[in-house]
C-alpha cells in the first residue's frame, strides 16, 4: 500500500479545478491516440515475463550467475533502480551489472569481475545506435571474445525498436529480440522489456511489480487518484517560484530510485513549450539521513524555490536495535538506546519533514507500508502519470528529448577532423 | 597540473573589481583571525601523515584488511570522494566501508561483509554526540563484541574536537584519538585527521594530496589564482538568476566527489544573510556521459537558470580501445572505431560543453591532466576556496549550520512522547 500526503496548502478554485480537468482529459487523449503508450505496459509486459521465465530453463541461463545490461540512460537507470530496491530482499538472485558509461577505467573493472561463461549479455538500445552503447557493445564482443555465428548466441538477446538498425543486426544473426513498443520513450520503458527481461532473468518477481502499476493506472483513469493531478497542477503553476523538487528518500537503496526520477523530470519536464518559452522543473534526489548533514541547511535557510517530497518506508522488515548502551560523558545520545534503526530512520524522516514545512517550504510524502513489488509497481506508475500531467499543464511535448541532438553532431563532427 | 577554464562573458567593471577585492580580503582575514582554519590544514596534516604511518607497523594494523568509518555529512563525505578517486590506482589498498546512514537493510548488509579480526574502526563526530554516529557505534560495538577495557582498545580510533564529549570518553578508555581544530568545519575537514587518518591507515599517498592543496593555496594568497575570484563574483551576484550549478564530471569515479561538493556548498551557502535575507545556490551532481542521458535536455531547452561546470580527466592512464568491429547495419556508430574510450569519453565532454555554451548558458571547466594524489588535492583546495569568496560575497556565514537545529530537537521530541 502506498499513501500520498502534502503538507501544503492549495486553493482548488474554479480555474485550478479546470486545469485539473484539462490535463486530465490530455493524458486519457494521449493514451487513446496512442501518443504515449506507457500505461498499457502493466497488461502487456505479463507475456514478457512468461516468456522469460520459460527461457530460463536453458543450459546456459541455468548456469549463468550474472546479467550484463549494455545500455544508458532509460536502457538502464529503471532495472538499476528496481535492483536495487529489492536486491537485499532476493540473496539468490543473480547479479545485475551494467556497462553505462563509456569510462574506460569503470569499464577495466567490471571486466575483471566478470566470467563469459557465467553470464548472459543484454544489449538495449531504442534507437539502436547509441553511440555509447554500440562502443560498449563492440568492446564486450572484442573483450569476451563473443562468437556471435556460434555458440555464444544463446547468451545475448537485444532490445530494442521494432525494426530499427540494432533489431535487423540481431535478426541477421539469429540473436534473441524483445521490442520496445514505439510509442513507449526510453525513460518511460522499465516495464517494457527494457526492465522486464533483465530483471525477470535475474529471478525477480514481476508480476507483481506489474500487478502494482496496474492498479494505479486503472484507479487513475477512473478518477480515484485526483492527488496526481492536484500535485500536477500545484507544480506545474508554480514552476516559476519553485524551480526545483527535492525527492528526499529515506533509505539508502533508493538513491538509483531518485536517479531514475531526475531522468523521468529533467528529460520531460525540460523543454520549449508551444509558446516557444524555456520551462521546466529541476528535480535532485536526496538521501536521508544522509543528506540531512549535507543538502538540508540550504532547503531550510536557503531561498524557498524548491519543493520537497519525502519517500518513507514505514516497515524495512529488519528489527537491528540501537543497543542500550551508554557512553559515558554522551549520554545525551541515549534517547533512542533500545528503538530499532527502523524507528530512528523513519523519526529524522519525520522531523525534517516537520522542520522543512514550518519554514513555509511546500512538501509532501509519499509512505509505503513496506518495500515490496507492487508498491515499487505503484510508485514507478505514479511518478509517470505525474509527469503525463505535469507535462500537459507546462503545455509542452513530455515525449521528445530534441535538446540533446546538438551534442551528437558536435560529437560527430569532432572525431570526422 | 589542473587547469580552470571559463566560456562565459563577465565584463569586470570597477564595481566587479572592487568586489573581488573586498572577498579577497575577507578570506585573509578570516584565515589570519582563525575564523576558518582549512587553509593551514595541506602544512599542518603532514604530522598525521607521519604519526599514522608510524601507527601502521602495529600487528592489528598490519593483519587488518578494512577500515571502518562511522560518521555522516563531513566525517565521511570527503574520505568517501578521495578513496572513490583513487581506488582503481591502488589495488592493494585496505577496503574503506562507511557507517553514515542509520538504515537498517545497509547496516546489516555490511556487517556480513566484515570480519572483525580484520578490521580498524575509526568514529568521526565533530560535536562528538551526532546521534546517528552514535547510535551506529552502539550497534558496532555490540554487533562485533568490541570490548573497550581490552584488546580491542587497539582497534579503535575517534576523531573529534578536542573536548568533545566523545573525546573525553575516549580518553576515559584510553582510546587513540585524533582532533579536529575548531575552526575547521566538517564539511571542510576532509584534510585534517577526518579525511587523512583512514585514507593513510587505508594505504593512500596522503602527502601528495596535501602538497596539491598546499600549491593552490599558496598560489591563492599570492594573487596568482584570481580566476577562483573571477567566478565567486559571477556566481554570487548572478545567483538569483543563474539558482543552480551543475557540477557536470567527466569519470563514474568522480560520483562521491560532486556529493562532497554538494555539502560543501549546500551547507556553506544556503542562507540567511546579515540582512536577514535567504539567499543560496543550489548544487547538483551529474555524471558524464551517463546524464547526457538523463539530466542535459531541461540544461539545453529548459530554463536558462543554471551555470554548469565541467571536470575532465584529460589522461584515464588507461587504453582501452573501441574495437574496429562494424556491426551490420549500425555502421553510422563506427566513426569511434580505433578510438580509446578515453578519447570518447573527453570527445562528449568536450561536445556537450559546446552544445550547453551555444545555448547561452555559463560554462567553465576544470581540466586535471591526469587523476594524481596531487590534482586531487589542488581540485579540493579549489573548492573550498570558492566557496569562502563566494559566501563572503553572498554577505553570509559561510562556516556555521545554524538551519538543521529545528529537526534535532522536533526528533529528540518525538522520542520523549
Known sequence: MVKFQRDFEFNID?????????????????????????????????????????????????????????????????AKAIDSMLRHKYPQAKRLIFFENPDPVEISKKFASMDKEKTIFIVISKSGSTIETMSLFKVVISHFNLDLNGDDKDRLIAITDEGSVLCRFADRYGIKVYTIPHNVGGRFSVLSAVGIVPLTLAGYDCCSILEGGAKIVRRFFNREEDHILLKAAF???????????????????????????????????????????????????????????????????????????????????????????????????????????????????????????????????????????????????????????????????????????????????????
Not at 479546470?18 to 491516440?33: G, I, S, Y
Not at 521465465?53 to 541455468?62: D, F, H, M, Q, R
Not at 525527492?247 to 531522468?263: C, E, G, H, I, P
Request: net charge negative; hydrophobic share 40%; proline share 2%.
Open 14 to 78: 474554479e480555474n485550478i479545478s479546470n486545469l485539473m480537468d484539462e490535463a486530465f482529459c490530455r493524458v486519457v487523449e494521449e493514451c487513446e491516440n496512442g501518443v504515449a503508450g506507457y500505461y498499457n505496459l502493466p497488461e502487456d509486459s505479463k507475456m514478457i515475463v512468461t516468456e522469460v521465465e520459460a527461457l530460463s530453463s536453458s543450459e546456459t541461463i541455468k548456469n549463468s550467475d550474472t546479467i550484463a545490461v549494455i545500455g544508458i540512460g532509460g536502457s538502464s537507470l529503471g
Open 235 to 417: 507544480i506545474a503553476t508554480n514552476w516559476e517560484k519553485y524551480r526545483m523538487n527535492v525527492l528526499f528518500a529515506y533509505a539508502s537503496f533508493l538513491d538509483d530510485f531518485t536517479k531514475w526520477y531526475v531522468q523521468l523530470w529533467g528529460e520531460s519536464l525540460g523543454k520549449i513549450d508551444k509558446s516557444g518559452n524555456r520551462v521546466g522543473l529541476t528535480p535532485l534526489g536526496q538521501i536521508g539521513s544522509i543528506d540531512q548533514h549535507s543538502f538540508l541547511q540550504l532547503i531550510i535557510e536557503g531561498p524557498i524555490d524548491k519543493t520537497v517530497t519525502f519517500i518513507k518506508i514505514e516497515d524495512f522488515e529488519n528489527d537491528i536495535l540501537i543497543p542500550d548502551i551508554t557512553l559515558e560523558g554522551i549520554q545525551k545520545c541515549d534517547f533512542v538506546n533500545g528503538h530499532t534503526f527502523n524507528e530512528l530512520i523513519n523519526a529524522e524522516c519525520d522531523a525534517t519533514r516537520e522542520a522543512i514545512a514550518q519554514q513555509g517550504v511546500p512538501v509532501d510524502a509519499i509512505i509505503l507500508d513496506k518495500l515490496s513489488e507492487t508498491n515499487i509497481g505503484e510508485l514507478i506508475l505514479y511518478y509517470e502519470i505525474l509527469t503525463s500531467l505535469t507535462g500537459a499543464i507546462l503545455n509542452i511535448d513530455t515525449y521528445n528529448q530534441p535538446g540533446v541532438e546538438l551534442g551528437k553532431r558536435i560529437l560527430a563532427d569532432k572525431f570526422k577532423k
